[in-house]
């Protein structure tokens, strides 16, 4: 299993657990407001948006991409970089919180309000019943009175801990954001040895952390546009990304 | 005549020995000269002096009027030379050798000059053959082609006749006849062999130590009139003194051995009379018949110190 | 003067060694080439090797002609040296071994011309060497790979680093990196021509050059402070790779690298100003060494 592929699972038992709070919550009104959410995201069989891309992490200097995102149902996703070599976050495959699965085994805990800037929001918490899942925990921001999801803080074993902050414009009546803050966790970047002879120039970069510990990447998806439902380029998800 | 090079209290010194020891000499225009030593004597350095290619420790050198240091352009775009080996570049042809050097002093020469003055040499035939195809004397000679390049009016040859084969030896000296005589230059020519010397050199200085031990025409140097004769007495520095001041030879050496003197032949009777006369045994007298036996004794008694040695 | 310099270029284009030096680099770069067409995303596996797991890449976009130009430089820089100092090791002492010298010495040029047209001559084969190397290297890589943007894999300090020069930001930094490396390169020359003064063949001045690159970039290279602060900034190897700070792109506050600019010029207009001082003082002690020196070759 490629690990992008990995991301995608997990995010879509998320997702899959968020639809399912309306059956297992005792919340009238969380069962309201999921079901809404996903009645919003069931609209959506495929898409192209197109958008930019600022990826930001420590050893990591690159322009702003200009990127289209496909997703087509349940849970195909590709970011392709219009022009020039970019850095793609594996993880960042998983914003599509549009997946409706019928997925099953999850605890779902009602942990209160909380906000979300200004937006008052539910908290839900999602566990999964399976011991050995990679995903520990999944907790989710909805605001009530859109039925949206606005953040999603995701653990998992072996890579820590994702969040999803989401704003939405214009897409919203389809539960699509315009706006995605991607944060997850990268190892730090180590050179092979002896690779380079590199240009030492006096100035030494800023101490680093210990190494090996994990820092903090952040991509920042800022989307102008949603082509919704209408025919993908054929074969745009045939390959895993690298080609 | 003019003096064309003039040598004043030449000396060039290198650690541990005296290459060339307070030398003086002068070159006269259309003078060829000869410059004889043993292998070692200090000829090389002198000639390396005279090219600015070594700095002297002390003294002076002027050519056509002019020292060589303060107008050394001057005089080097008059003075062609080959140097020990005519070494060139083996991987030109020697036209291209030819052209180089034609450039270096500043001269363009068109092919047809160049092919003249390849023919001049022999070596109109070989034009295109890389110079490391070329034999020891082919070699000399386009050494010489690149010497007279520029047409200098002094050339200078160091040891011409090194390494070269009896036709190439006589090639070498109908080549500097015909420089001097038929084309007017003045030639400096060293040798360690005085008959090469003799055969083609009108006047020479025979150098040993980095010394100059005399120097004047050959017609003269090798004259009756200037035997060299070594006389052997029971004392010897009484016998010189007695020789310096009472008769016109010319005392060239006085040791425990012997005394050699420069005198006419004629005169050997009567000297005999004036130092038994004065009390002194002779045991021996030996008029040697020409520089040749006085040169090839220096041969055999020398020691090598020059630092350039060919 | 000019006069000078044609012969001694003519000399160079006559001799059969100065074509190895570009035999040498076409090879390496046809070696480099052929590599990364037939395998290039195991060498970009490698360099990503610590973050594959949290970012996607197009490695074929990745590993496109400029990329491949800064790696081939990367390597062969390293190696540049010995084929400039075949040649300029071998001006003077080449003539005194080949008994040549003391011909050109007796022609009415001063040796301080002389030398200088060695040098200058020196200085235009290295110019060629590494216009034949951008036409290889660069030209050709652009033809077989593409253009797109250009990653560099760099270590800065204790820490490593990818930065992404965008395409169109590219070809005046392999001009201005070109331009270094020659300046860098002239270095080398001077050195070899210095050592070639006091040489009667050839193979001692380009030996004891590459012997003095291969120790200073050793030294160099050598990770301790001690050495960092105090040797380092001393030795001109350090500077040999200066030419690299022309990819060294500023970032803004949000490490986002700013199109036309660099991260330190001030450091490469530092380097280059020491270059150029190795350059003046070895030609200044070449020029007095070589004006006083008795020719006995």
């Keep these: ?243 | 005549m003019q003096p064309i090079i003039e040598v004043n209290h030449l000396s060039k010194h290198y650690p541990g020995i005296q290459a060339v020891n307070d030398l003086s000499f002068t070159v006269l225009e259309g003078d060829v000269y000869g410059f004889l030593g043993q292998n070692g004597a200090g000829k090389s350095t002198t000639i390396r002096m005279l090219l600015t290619l070594i700095r002297p420790t002390s003294g002076t050198i002027r050519m056509f009027g002019m020292d060589v240091h303060t107008h050394r352009r001057e005089v080097l775009s008059h003075t062609g030379a080959v140097i020990e080996r005519p070494d060139l570049y083996k991987y030109l042809s020697a036209y291209d050798n030819l052209n180089l050097f034609a450039k270096m002093n500043g001269i363009r020469m068109s092919r047809q000059l160049l092919m003249e003055r390849l023919d001049y040499v022999g070596l109109a035939a070989r034009w295109d053959s890389k110079a490391s195809t070329f034999s020891q004397g082919m070699k000399q000679r386009l050494g010489i082609a690149v010497a007279l390049v520029h047409d200098p009016k002094l050339i200078l040859l160091d040891e011409p006749t090194n390494g070269l084969d009896p036709q190439g030896i006589a090639d070498m000296r109908n080549l500097i006849t015909r420089l001097s005589r038929d084309m007017g230059k003045t030639v400096l020519v060293s040798s360690h062999l005085l008959h090469e010397i003799e055969q083609v050199a009108t006047r020479m200085i025979i150098i040993d130590k980095g010394r100059k031990v005399t120097e004047g025409a050959v017609a003269e140097l090798l004259s009756p009139a200037h035997t060299l004769v070594t006389i052997e007495t029971n004392n010897n520095p009484v016998a010189g003194t007695l020789i310096r001041e009472k008769t016109k030879a010319s005392v060239l050496t006085v040791d425990a051995d012997e005394i050699r003197v420069q005198m006419d032949k004629s005169d050997i009777p009567s000297l005999v009379s004036l130092l038994v006369g004065a009390g002194i045994n002779i045991a021996s007298v030996q008029p040697r018949h020409s520089l040749e036996d006085y040169f090839l004794s220096l041969t055999n008694s020398g020691k090598h110190v020059e630092p350039a040695a060919d | 003067m000019w006069n000078l310099l044609q012969i001694e270029l003519y000399k160079i284009s006559k001799r059969p060694r100065t074509y190895i030096a570009f035999a040498a680099i076409s090879a390496i770069v046809f070696i480099f080439q052929f590599a990364f067409k037939a395998d290039g995303e195991s060498y970009m596996n490698l360099m990503m090797q610590s973050v594959q797991d949290s970012f996607e890449l197009n490695k074929t976009k990745a590993i496109n002609g400029y990329f491949m130009c800064y790696i081939i430089l990367n390597t062969l820089l390293v190696q540049v040296p010995v084929l400039v100092a075949l040649i300029a090791g071998d001006a003077i002492s080449g003539e005194a071994n080949m008994g040549t010298l003391r011909l050109l010495i007796t022609r009415p040029v001063s040796r301080t011309q002389l030398l200088m047209a060695k040098f200058i001559a020196s200085f235009v084969f290295t110019v060629v060497l590494l216009l034949w190397m951008a036409l290889m290297a660069l030209v050709l890589s652009m033809l077989i790979f593409g253009v797109d943007d250009m990653l560099i894999f760099r270590v800065k300090g204790e820490e490593s680093q990818i930065m992404q020069i965008t395409a169109d930001d590219v070809l005046w930094r392999y001009t201005a990196a070109f331009g270094y490396a020659a300046v860098a390169l002239t270095v080398i020359a001077s050195i070899a021509l210095f050592l070639s003064i006091y040489a009667e063949n050839s193979i001692g001045p380009i030996v004891a050059t590459v012997c003095i690159v291969i120790v200073c970039t050793v030294i160099s290279n050598i990770n301790v402070p001690v050495i960092d602060r105090n040797v380092k900034p001393w030795l001109f190897t350090s500077y040999l790779v200066g030419w690299k700070g022309f990819f060294y792109i500023a970032t803004n506050a949000d490490g986002e690298p700013i199109k036309g600019s660099l991260e330190n010029w001030p450091a490469i207009r530092n380097s280059l100003y020491i270059l150029f001082a190795h350059i003046g003082v070895l030609l200044g002690l070449s020029t007095y060494v070589f004006n006083r020196k008795d020719i006995l070759s």
């Design chain 1, 1 to 243: 299993m490629t690990p992008s592929f990995k991301y995608r699972k997990i995010v879509s038992i998320i997702v899959a657990g968020a639809m399912l709070l309306p059956i297992l919550l005792q919340a009238q009104t969380a069962e309201q407001l999921i079901e809404q959410a996903r009645q919003k995201l069931d609209q959506v069989n495929q898409y192209e948006a197109k958008g930019r891309m600022k990826t930001n992490v420590t050893f990591l200097k690159v322009p702003v991409a200009t990127v289209t995102i496909y997703f087509s149902k349940p849970n195909q996703m590709r970011i392709k970089s219009e022009k020039g070599v970019s850095f793609v976050p594996k993880g960042a495959v998983s914003i599509n919180l549009g997946q409706v699965l019928s997925a099953k085994d999850f605890t779902i805990l009602d942990a209160g309000d909380d906000k979300v800037g200004a937006t008052p929001v539910k908290v839900v918490k999602l566990l999964p019943n399976d011991d050995n899942s990679d995903l520990v925990l999944s907790t989710l921001y909805i605001d009530p009175a859109k039925s949206l999801v606005l953040r999603a803080r995701t653990t998992t074993r072996e890579n820590g801990t994702y969040e999803l902050d989401m704003s939405y414009g214009k897409y919203s009546e389809y539960g699509l954001p315009d706006k995605i803050f991607f944060s997850f966790n990268t190892k730090d970047y180590k050179l092979p040895k002896g690779v380079t002879f590199d240009f030492d120039d006096g100035s030494t970069a800023r101490q680093p952390a210990e190494k090996g510990k994990p820092k903090k990447g952040r991509a920042e998806i800022y989307i102008s546009s949603y082509k919704i439902n209408q025919p993908l380029p054929p074969g745009i998800f045939s390959s895993t990304g690298t080609r």
